[in-house]
Structure formats: C-alpha cells, structure tokens
C-alpha cells in the first residue's frame, strides 16, 4: 500500500477545511480555478457543488459533455465517500481493487479519478464538493488544490483581524 500518497491526500483534507462557505465562497473559489486555467490555457470544465445545488459551473474551451459526466461520476464519489476522488482511487489501487468493478457502485453514477475534493467546514463537516475535469487527474486534483489553499488563507486571515 503507498500509505505516503494515502497520507498526503488526508493531510491535504484535514488541512483545507473552511471556516464557512456561501455562494460568495463558490464564486471565489471557482473563479480562482478558471483564472488558473485562463493562464494555462487547460481545456477543464469547473463545478463547486454544496448544499444540494450546483453554485458555480464553467467549461472552458475545448470541453465537452463528456467533462460534465465526470465531473458528475467524481462529485457523487466524493459526497458518497467523504474524501477526494483521487485520494478513493489511490486507496482502492492500493488495495489492488478496480473500484469501477465494486458491485454495490454503478460505474455511470460513480468513479475514483483525482479533481474532487470534499468542501468541508470547520467543525460541522462535509457541505459539498470541488470538481475539476479536462486533465490528468493529479492536474485536476492539484488545481483543486491551489484554489483551496488561496481560499483557506484568506478566511484565516479574515479570522485572525
């Protein structure tokens, strides 16, 4: 089992938990993903998901409806498991176990490629989640990432004042 991947992606959801999030949080954070991906010219498809409805969504060009599956399949994992999509595929590759086969999982609703992360609060838990699709999926997961940790810092910021 690579426990250091394993413990790294955990690390990564401990450390980025919010001190709240609203709709003010989504555009934010959304926009710091396309801003990201404007510079990189990265074909990816962007969705922030909490409370049960979709809060921002965008599909740069060069996207497509197979993006919007994705993104579909990697946010139900993670609001059915309560971790990033890459830390579910790493652990079940770590288990020697292809987690599209699990008979209890439809692979059309469900799938363990990186680019979703849990959006969670401080103290109160999982409210939704971050979804990047359109690259390889450390990509999609490390966009995730940096947007997050530009967000953290500044509620961090906010709370110390």
């Known amino acids: ?15 980025l938990q919010l001190h709240y999030f609203n709709n003010q949080t989504a555009w934010e954070l959304g926009s710091l993903i396309k801003t990201a991906a404007d510079q990189n010219a990265a074909p990816i498809a962007i969705e922030i998901y909490a409370f049960e409805h979709v809060l921002f969504s965008y599909f740069m060009p060069g996207t497509n409806k197979d993006n919007h599956d ?25 288990k020697n176990r292809n987690f599209e086969t699990i008979p209890y999982l439809d692979p059309k609703e469900y799938c363990a490629h990186g680019g979703s992360f849990p959006i969670r609060l401080k103290n109160s838990g999982l409210v939704g989640a971050v979804t990047v699709s359109g690259l390889a999926q450390e990509v999609d997961h490390q966009m995730v990432i940096d947007a997050l940790r530009i967000i953290v810092a500044q509620q961090a910021g906010e709370t110390t004042k």
């Open 1 to 15: 089992m690579n426990s250091e991947i394993l413990s790294t992606l955990l690390a990564q959801e401990d450390e």
């Open 70 to 94: 994705w993104i579909k399949r990697k946010r139900q994992s993670v609001m059915r498991f309560s971790h990033s999509s890459y830390y579910t595929g790493q652990y079940n590759a770590a």
